[in-house]
């Protein structure tokens, strides 16, 4: 549901355009959605514009352009201070507050977020004033 907010999949429909370097696409849309270009590019797969083999190796590619420019390393690094910037604070914000009122099941959020704990749930919420 939050990424619906962020990203309605029928604007993004209409705003992606398949043609263009990917890279340079998901930057556009990320401005356009004022979203992360991860979030971006995982709801281009969702809209099935990407195939899954595409997806793979674009989020790979991605991710690590992004750790690059935040100034992370992959190897390290704090987890909380880059997983709002992997996917975005506004849609961990809104995902960790949909979750905490019961309208995301904890098990889709942790599956989003990449976690496995709910004690990172819980810090990434705290760090971000929302738990």
Avoid: C, W
Avoid at 24 to 36: G, M, Q, T
């Amino acid at each position: 549901m939050a990424a619906e907010l962020l990203v309605p999949i029928e604007s993004l429909r209409r705003e992606y355009v398949p043609g263009r370097d990917l890279t340079d696409e998901l930057d556009r849309l990320a401005r356009h959605y004022k979203a992360s270009t991860l979030v971006v590019l995982r709801r281009v797969y969702d809209a099935k514009l990407l195939s899954s083999q595409r997806y793979r190796t674009a989020y790979r590619r991605e991710l690590a352009r992004v750790l690059e420019l935040s100034g992370a390393r992959a190897s390290g690094g704090n987890f909380y201070n880059t997983q709002p910037i992997r996917v975005s604070k506004r849609f961990a914000r809104a995902l960790i507050g949909e979750t905490l009122e019961g309208n995301t099941l904890h098990k889709e959020a942790f599956r989003l977020l990449g976690f496995k704990k709910i004690s990172a749930f819980e810090e990434l919420g705290h760090r971000l004033g929302i738990a």
